[in-house]
Nanobody, 124 residues
Framework: LQPVESGGGLVQPGGSLTLSCTAS???????IAWFRQAPGEDREALAC????????NTADAVKGRFTISRDKDKNTVTLQMNSLQPNDTAVYYC???????????????????WGQGTRVTVSS
């Protein structure tokens, strides 16, 4: 699997962005997660969506502002981000792992397939 992210860019504080993750193959059997990494910081797990409608998981740090969802027809997993602040500035990554038939886990070591990232900058 080679995930491809899109939707990053520059947004003002308080604004919203929607990031998308897709791939050339079906995401049907993949758990998909979103991570971010700011300069000098560790990669941070944000949210994940499980295979076969087994549920989502969202990090407490972004719960209530970020929402992950999957569109099976469009073969896309999106991350809706609201009320963005300057400390949300980072490179955002999509990651996947296959055939994990359980509730997804917010742990970078669970995922073997990573996209190249899309940059999000929150600034006035």
């Amino acid at each position: 699997l080679q995930p491809v992210e899109s939707g990053g860019g520059l947004v003002q504080p308080g604004g919203s962005l929607t990031l998308s993750c897709t791939a050339s193959e079906s995401l049907r059997y993949y758990t998909i997660a979103w991570f971010r990494q700011a300069p000098g910081e560790d990669r941070e797990a944000l949210a994940c969506d499980s295979v076969s409608d087994r549920g989502t998981n969202t990090a407490d740090a972004v719960k209530g502002r970020f929402t992950i969802s999957r569109d099976k027809d469009k073969n896309t997993v999106t991350l809706q981000m609201n009320s963005l602040q300057p400390n949300d500035t980072a490179v955002y990554y999509c990651a996947g792992e296959a055939y994990r038939y359980r509730l997804c886990v917010l742990d970078r070591w669970e995922y073997n397939y990573w996209g190249q990232g899309t940059r999000v900058t929150v600034s006035s």
